[in-house]
């Protein structure tokens, strides 16, 4: 069976770099075409793909904050790692990871989120 | 990138009625790479559908997805009171991945 979960502050000052960190059971990222991807949903809003991170090293990341994400392996072999560097209000929201299904970008298995506040 | 239209909104529904909720792309979806999403409140998204009408595991025949190029249906053959939620579509053929805005299904 296959389990995520976000951890990481739930409050962040502006301009600061969130790290939240994603750790996962029931499948290993030495698997050929497994990945973790990272999604967003502000409150009440709609959900917005923000970065892939890929068992074969690669990386996908939305363009519109691809300068300020970094995505990696963490301390552990099921960690994933996600930063957005300078934060403000409008990065407010439930922070998700999920599973990608071996060659498909289909996100299959979701965390239960992180949500994180932006306020000074 | 792929702009992902849903339409209704809303939708204000019975237990028992049938319902076809639709996601309009703004451009081809490669190998019709579309997926359609289940959220309730304070829950995280559940898989309903992938590759435009492949059902996930576990997931109920009543849910029907079709559809192909731009334009996708996800079709709910008898309402069940756990249906009523926020349906998301979500094209992965073309980085970036992007979402619909997403429609509601409200009990009338």
């Known amino acids: 069976q296959i389990t995520l979960e976000e951890s990481g502050p739930s409050l962040v000052k502006p301009t600061q770099t969130l790290t939240l960190t994603c750790a996962f059971s029931?499948?290993?990222?030495?698997?050929?075409?497994?990945?973790v991807a990272w999604i967003r949903q502000p409150p009440g809003k709609a959900l917005e793909w923000l970065a892939l991170?890929?068992?074969?090293?690669?990386?996908h990341f939305n363009p519109s904050l691809e300068t300020r994400i970094t995505v990696s392996e963490g301390s552990s072999s099921n960690q994933v790692v996600f930063s957005l560097t300078h934060m403000d209000s409008e990065d407010s929201a439930t922070y998700y990871c999920?599973?990608?299904?071996?060659?498909?970008?289909?996100?299959?298995?979701w965390g239960r989120g992180a949500t994180v506040t932006v306020s000074s | 990138e792929v702009v992902l239209t849903q339409s209704p909104g809303t939708l204000s529904l019975s237990p028992g009625d049938r319902v076809t909720l639709s996601c309009r792309a703004s451009?081809?979806?490669?190998?019709?790479?579309l997926a359609w999403f289940q959220q309730k409140p304070g829950q995280s998204p559940t898989l309903l559908i992938y590759g435009a009408s492949t059902r996930a595991i576990d997931i109920s025949h009543r849910f029907i997805g079709s559809g192909s190029g731009t334009d996708f249906t996800l079709t709910i053959s008898r309402l069940e009171p756990e249906d009523f939620a926020v349906y998301y579509c979500?094209?992965?053929?073309?980085?970036?991945?992007?979402f619909g805005q997403g429609t509601r299904l409200d009990i009338k």
């Open positions: 451009q081809r979806i490669i190998s019709n790479y």
């Open positions: 979500q094209q992965y053929g073309t980085f970036p991945i992007t």
């Open positions: 991170f890929s068992s074969d090293g690669s990386r």
């Open positions: 029931g499948f290993s990222l030495t698997t050929t075409g497994v990945g």
């Open positions: 999920a599973h990608r299904i071996p060659f498909l970008f289909v996100l299959d298995v």
